[in-house]
């Protein structure tokens, strides 16, 4: 069964950086395309950024480009978030997510989140 | 703001079948890309409950359908019950912004 489980989240003040790491087991990590997702306090769900299987490919959120970056290890099964310039605005619960090997559902497995909280 | 509409919120009454908006534009829902919807219970990771516009996950009861049209498409829970009360998200993929993109969600109270 698939698992995801973030980690790295932490209370950071405005200007400063953090990395966020996935570890991703039961299933094809190698093989799949890895995005994070985060959700404000009460709010809905924001796409934040993509990295394809082999980690040549990379997309973000207009919201987050040049100040994000995502990479990935797959000889460690481990997805990466750089956060750097943080904002209050990027207060969010960071979830990484994996596609379906069935469907064209590009999130299917979620981990449960690392909370993000920038504030002086 | 979602290039995705969703009202924020809808009710109805057990039994009810209630139905749930998204409105997209020619750069995604119009552009023909997939339609995916999501629910989230709080405190819980969201979870596919239609996959590829209309088709429901083994596990989904069939209470559950959806719909698309043109740029908009739509979720449909016939015979609402207290425990379908959650957070539903429509989502698609935005060729403007080659970007993953979902609606600001629409909260489901059962009355």
């Known amino acids: 069964q698939a698992q995801l489980e973030e980690s790295g989240g932490g209370v950071v003040h405005p200007g400063r950086s953090l990395r966020l790491s996935c570890e991703a087991s039961?299933?094809?990590?190698?093989?799949?395309?890895m995005h994070w997702v985060r959700q404000a306090p009460g709010k809905g769900l924001e796409w934040v950024a993509v990295i394809s299987d082999d980690g040549n490919k990379k997309y973000y959120a207009p919201s987050v480009k040049g100040r994000f970056t995502v990479s990935r290890d797959n000889s460690e099964n481990t997805l990466y978030l750089q956060m750097k310039s943080l904002r209050p605005e990027d207060t969010a619960l960071y979830y990484c997510a994996g596609p379906s090997m069935l469907t064209t559902v590009p999130f299917d497995y979620w981990g449960q989140g690392t909370l993000v909280t920038v504030s002086a | 703001q979602s290039l995705l509409t969703q009202p924020p919120s809808v009710s109805g009454a057990p039994g009810q079948r209630v139905t749930i908006s998204c409105t997209g534009s020619s750069s995604n829902i119009g552009a023909e890309y997939d339609v995916h919807w999501y629910q989230q219970f709080p405190g819980s990771a969201p979870r596919v409950l239609i996959y590829?516009?209309?088709h429901r996950p083994s596990g989904v009861p069939d209470r559950f359908s959806a719909s698309r049209s043109g740029a908009s498409a739509s979720l449909a829970i016939s015979g609402v019950q207290a425990d379908d009360e959650a957070d539903y998200y429509c989502?698609?993929?935005?060729?403007?912004?080659?970007?993953?993109?979902f609606g600001g969600g629409t909260k489901l109270t059962v009355l």
């Open positions: 989502q698609s993929y935005d060729s403007s912004l080659s970007a993953w993109v």
């Open positions: 039961g299933f094809a990590f190698s093989g799949s395309a």
């Open positions: 590829g516009s209309t």
